[in-house]
């Protein structure tokens, strides 16, 4: 089973127009204002090269949702893996960083002196 299929059937979907509505209000959207322009610019997480703007921020990702859906129509017409939202991941909980050992001992000293785990220090530090 493909990605798009595994989609699908997470919407409960069908596909076509119905499929994409779904979609789109799972994805992660952000407004950020624009100093350079005077207004928020909105993009999804999943699509971040789809962009609108608007006056406040959420008139900015009402309007961003129509590109997107477009998008999404395109690529399911082209059969391109259409992104999985943010908010259908499963995670576990498990992060594994890749430091250099100085590093590592640095951080386990420290970690050491808190009085706390390697796993809470690191917790403390990026909370």
Do not use: C
Not at 21 to 37: G, Q
């Amino acid at each position: 089973m493909n990605k798009n299929s595994d989609l699908k059937k997470e919407l409960g979907a069908d596909g076509g127009k119905l499929l994409f509505k779904k979609l789109i209000n799972k994805l992660t959207y952000r407004a950020e204002w624009s100093d350079d322009d005077k207004v928020y610019v909105a993009y999804a997480i999943e699509l971040p090269s789809v962009k609108a703007h608007g006056k406040t921020a959420e008139e900015a990702i009402k309007e961003v949702k129509i590109p997107i859906e477009e998008t999404l129509e395109w690529m399911s017409e082209e059969g391109e893996q259409l992104p999985e939202p943010i908010s259908l991941q499963h995670f576990k909980g498990n992060l594994t960083v890749r430091t250099t050992p100085e590093r590592h001992r640095e951080i386990a000293i420290r970690a050491a002196e808190s009085g706390v785990s390697i796993n809470q220090y690191i917790l403390s530090k990026i909370s």
